[in-house]
């Protein structure tokens, strides 16, 4: 059973910043991918920043230069520094893991961190 449980979410002002955690747990293959999205109320999910097990690193173009993924293989985690937040920063923020095993893809989800971008 492969649990991811996120931390970090809240209010904060334009142009503040704030930090999201998320731990994995249980059985997740060693090559891996984890990562953030984000749904805003009456729209799709949409990858926010992703790094792999390899080192690879994806941010969405909205993101780029203010959000900084990285991740504590020792600890299983994987943060996003969010800096320079907007208002369409608001969202639900997830996490994910990503692996494939035996030709067959797997995803996790946390539960989900509200970010409230707000004056």
């Known amino acids: 059973q492969v649990q991811l449980v996120e931390s970090g979410g809240g209010l904060a002002q334009p142009g503040g910043s704030l930090r999201l955690s998320c731990v994995a747990s249980?059985?997740?293959?060693?090559?891996?991918?984890m990562g953030w999205y984000r749904q805003a109320p009456g729209k799709e999910r949409e990858l926010v920043a992703t790094?792999?097990?390899?080192?690879?690193?994806d941010y969405a173009d909205s993101v780029k230069g203010r959000f900084t993924i990285s991740r504590d293989f020792a600890k299983n985690t994987v943060y996003l520094q969010m800096n320079s937040l907007k208002p369409e920063d608001s969202a639900v923020y997830y996490c994910?893991?990503?692996?494939?095993?035996?030709?067959?893809?797997?995803?996790?989800w946390g539960q989900g961190t509200q970010v409230t971008i707000s004056s």
């Open positions: 249980g059985r997740i293959f060693s090559h891996n991918t």
């Open positions: 790094g792999s097990s390899g080192g690879s690193i």
């Open positions: 994910n893991v990503h692996y494939r095993r035996l030709s067959k893809d797997y995803d996790h």
